[in-house]
């Protein structure tokens, strides 16, 4: 059985949670995309690899919108995960992003009113727009360690051939061990499944109106 439960509080994109790995040192220095394509970058995208050390909260079949809010002001996010247990569930969160800066620099905010709410950067390091893109956060929560999360998105439910190359040398330097392939499977992401089976019939139909013309 596939329940559906919305969280109500207003959470990011990529929440901290969803994966994060600790490690010695001081954050890098990340280098966004710079003359960022910001409407070219709106829309929807799949995770294809995630940073992750642990597996708690386990989420595959992470899909995400991006949309422009009305005032052009902020970016509404929608995030789309299931959990992938004896019964799978779907979650849904829902955020907001502003731009820092012309460059693919986003600040992601949790509930501002909240006030163990935080606030964090949001980098988009690597962008084709149309096949994938690669995003990393980081934060020193102390003296000696950092938090890093990753993400490789893309606009399918796989990469495209052709953002291999880029996608593996911009991804080389973070350990394959804690680099989850997260599950996009239309067996499994089953909402997903419903969709493509949207577009089948729909292409179908399309199909068969351009036959009967
Ligand atoms: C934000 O957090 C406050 C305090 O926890 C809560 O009352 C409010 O409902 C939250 N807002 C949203 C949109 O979730
Ligand atoms: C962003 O991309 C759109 C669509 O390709 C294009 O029309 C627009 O000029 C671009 N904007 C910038 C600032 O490059
Ligand atoms: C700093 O954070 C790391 C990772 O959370 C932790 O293992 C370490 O004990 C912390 N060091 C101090 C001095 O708090």
């Known amino acids: 059985m596939l329940s559906i439960s919305v969280i109500g509080a207003v959470l990011v994109i990529v929440p901290v949670a969803l994966g994060t790995v600790h490690m010695e040192g001081r954050c890098p220095n990340y280098i966004p995309v710079p003359n960022f394509n910001r409407s070219q970058f709106l829309g929807e995208w799949y995770e294809i690899q995630r940073l992750e050390l642990d597996e708690l909260l386990n989420a595959d079949c992470v899909h995400v919108n991006y949309a422009m809010n009305v005032d ?6 929608r995030q789309r995960m299931q959990i992938l ?10 955020g907001y992003a502003r731009y820092i800066d012309p460059t693919g620099r986003l600040v992601m905010i949790y509930n501002e009113t909240d006030p163990t709410a935080s606030i964090f950067d949001y ?5 084709d727009y149309h096949g994938y893109l690669i995003a990393t956060s980081c934060e020193n929560v102390n003296n000696t360690h950092y ?3 990753a993400w490789v998105m893309s606009r399918g439910r796989t990469l495209p051939p052709s953002a291999l190359t880029v996608v593996n040398q911009a991804t080389q330097h973070w350990n394959p061990a804690y ?9 499994v992401c089953s909402s997903s499944h419903k969709m493509a089976l949207a577009s089948i019939i729909l ?5 068969t109106i351009l036959f009967l013309r």
Not at 72 to 77: A, D, F, H
Not at 203 to 207: P, R, V, Y
């Open 72 to 77: 052009g002001s902020t970016v509404n996010v």
């Open 203 to 207: 292409l179908m139909a399309l199909l």
């Open 147 to 149: 938090a890093e999360s």
């Open 85 to 94: 247990e004896n019964s799978p569930r779907t979650i849904e969160k829902r």
């Open 179 to 187: 680099f989850r392939h997260t599950n996009q499977d239309t067996r």
């Open 123 to 127: 980098y988009i390091t690597h962008t």
